[in-house]
Nanobody, 125 residues
Framework: QVKLVESGGGSVQPGGSLRLSCAAS????????IGWFRQAPGKEREEISC????????YYRDSVTGRFTISRDNAKNTVYLQMNSLKPEDTAVYYC??????????????????WGQGTQVTVSS
């Protein structure tokens, strides 16, 4: 079973930064496209970024473009999400996932990896 574990969340003030990590167990992370998703209270889970496995191309939702950067460290088998210029509307639980395909984007309903507990990001003054 494909399992991913998120970490790195926390509480920051507006304008602050956080770096989230997504670690894989049991398979090489660069074998699949990996997406970052978030779910705010009362809202559906949405994909916000993705990195493909085949060519490393990246995808970003409009609301995070220019502020978030996704990257992959194959040696550490980890995908990162660097989040800068955070806004209160970025507050959510963040998850990573894959549909075990190789390209982006990945709609949340197509994710086949087990959803982890996620990591909470709170942006508030």
């Amino acid at each position: 079973q494909v399992k991913l574990v998120e970490s790195g969340g926390g509480s920051v003030q507006p304008g602050g930064s956080l770096r989230l990590s997504c670690a894989a167990s049991g398979f090489p992370l660069d074998y699949y496209a990996i997406g970052w998703f978030r779910q705010a209270p009362g809202k559906e889970r949405e994909e916000i970024s993705c990195i493909s496995s085949s060519d490393g191309k990246t995808y970003y939702r409009d609301s995070v473009t220019g502020r978030f950067t996704i990257s992959r460290d194959n040696a550490k088998n980890t995908v990162y999400l660097q989040m800068n210029s955070l806004k209160p509307e970025d507050t959510a639980v963040y998850y990573c996932g894959t549909d075990q395909g190789r390209s982006c984007p990945i709609p949340a309903f197509r994710v086949t990896s087990s959803w982890g507990q996620g990591t909470q990001v709170t942006v508030s003054s």
